[in-house]
């Protein structure tokens, strides 16, 4: 099991830029793939990025491709995403989660508050 809690969110201008870390608890972080999601008002939760166990792959949602970069550090059980030139769109509420194999994700964090003004 692992707990995830998220932080690095805040308020800022278009343009932009945040980075928001997820530290997970545990000893077997390396063995969970890692996803961010987000929630805006009003919305369903959806995903944002995704990263294998050893980082070597990523995935990104169509709409924040180029703009989000998402890594992680196995030492330090932490994952990060790394968010620039930030629209208004991209205001929500940010989730990590943590999942094992083909599994949906079954770990989450708390969330995190992005608010993007114009």
């Known amino acids: 099991q692992v707990q995830l809690v998220e932080s690095g969110g805040g308020s800022v201008q278009a343009g932009g830029s945040l980075r928001l870390s997820c530290a997970a608890s545990?000893?077997?972080?390396?063995?969970?793939?890692m996803g961010w999601f987000r929630q805006a008002p009003g919305k369903e939760r959806e995903f944002v990025a995704a990263i294998s166990t050893s980082g070597s792959s990523t995935y990104y949602a169509d709409s924040v491709k180029g703009r989000f970069t998402i890594s992680r550090d196995n030492a330090k059980n932490t994952v990060y995403l790394q968010m620039n030139s930030l629209e208004p769109e991209d205001t929500a509420i940010y989730y990590c989660?943590?999942?094992?194999?083909?599994?949906?994700?079954?770990?989450w964090g708390q969330g995190t508050q992005v608010t993007v003004s114009s």
């Open positions: 989660a943590a999942k094992t194999g083909y599994s949906d994700y079954a770990y």
């Open positions: 545990g000893r077997t972080f390396s063995r969970y793939a």
